[in-house]
C-alpha cells in the first residue's frame, strides 16, 4: 500500500499540518473519492499515484506554501507539484455539484428554519447569503474588472450557508470588481431562488430588499426594527464566519499569506475545490469552525438604491415579519 511503500509521505501526514486539519482517515476517503478522476488524468509515463497527488495537493491547499517548498517536504518536483494540484482541483471540481447542493425539499426547508431560528430567533431562514474576495495575482492582461473596491485583484465568490456552516451554494467565477448585487443577478443561484415562496435568505446592506431576500433596515426606529436588526446580523453573521474558517483551514486563499500566483480561471477552480473540501469535511463528521479566525467584522456599506428599484411588496413582508415575531 501507498502509505508504507512512502515512508516520507507516511511521516509527513503523521507529524504535518495535514493531519492535524484533516485525520487520516478523511484522507485515505478522499483518495478514494477521487481515485477514478486522477487516474484517468494521468499519463503512464509519468505517473504518479493517487495518494501523493491528494497529498501535495492538500498540502498546498493548507499551507499556503508555495508549490517549491511544499514538493520539497514530500519529495517531488515542482513540476510534477504543479501536476498534482492541478489534477486534484479539476477532480473536486468535478466533485462539486455532489457536495454543494441547494436542497428546496418541504422537510430539508422545515429543518433549515428550525436550526436558523435557534441561532438568534430569525424565522423562515433557509440560507445565508455573502459575496467575498479572494486576492489573486494581476491577470496577464491587465483587466481592470479583477480589480475590487479595495485596489486589489481579486476574484469574488458568492456563497450561500445554512446554519451549520454547510455550503449550499458557491460561485467562484466573479471578476472582483463587480459589484455584490450584480453578481448575484447573473449568478446561477438567482434562477433557483427567485421563485421561493416560503421562507427566505439573508443578505447584508449590500443587497436589495426581496421577497425571498431579508435584509437590516437601514434606520430602525423602533425597537422592534432594532431587535430584527439584532437577530438578523447574528444570523447572516454565519456566513462570514464560515468563510473566515474556510480561508484559515486552507491558507492558500488567506490573502495576509500572499495571493494566488495564478489566473482567475485557475484561481476560482483552486477555491471551488477548497469549498468542496470544506463541505466534505463537514459531511465526514469534522466541525466547521474549528479553526475559525476571529477578525472583526467589516461593516458593509448601505445599497445606494434607485425608487424605481424598491419592492413595496417586500417592504410589506418586511414589515409583517417585524410586527409578528420582533415586537
Known sequence: MF???????MNHIKHGHIYSHFGLEFILYLVELLREGLCRRTQRSRAISPEVQVLAALGFYTSGSFQTSMGDTIGISQASMSRC???VT????EKAPQFITFNRDPSSREESFQEFQRVAGFPGVIGVLDCVQVAIKAPNSEDSSYVNKKGFHSVGCQLVC?????????????PGGLKDTVVLERSAFYKQVQDTEEGWLLGDRRYPLR?????PVDCPESP?????????SATHEIVDRTFRAIQTRFKCLDGTKGYL?????????ILLACCVLHNASLQSGLDAWTLERTDPLEQPES???RPEDRDSQAEDLRRQLILKHFS
Open 3 to 9: 502509505w508504507l511503500a512512502d515512508k516520507r509521505c
Open 85 to 87: 494540484v492541478s489534477n
Open 90 to 93: 479539476r477532480a473536486l471540481v
Open 162 to 174: 445554512d446554519a451549520r456552516g454547510l455550503l449550499l451554494s458557491a460561485e467562484t467565477c466573479w
Open 211 to 215: 421577497k425571498w431576500l431579508m435584509t
Open 224 to 232: 422592534a426594527e432594532l431587535r430584527y436588526n439584532l437577530a438578523h
Open 261 to 269: 500566483q495564478y489566473s482567475p480561471e485557475r484561481s476560482s477552480s
Open 303 to 305: 445599497l445606494e438604491q
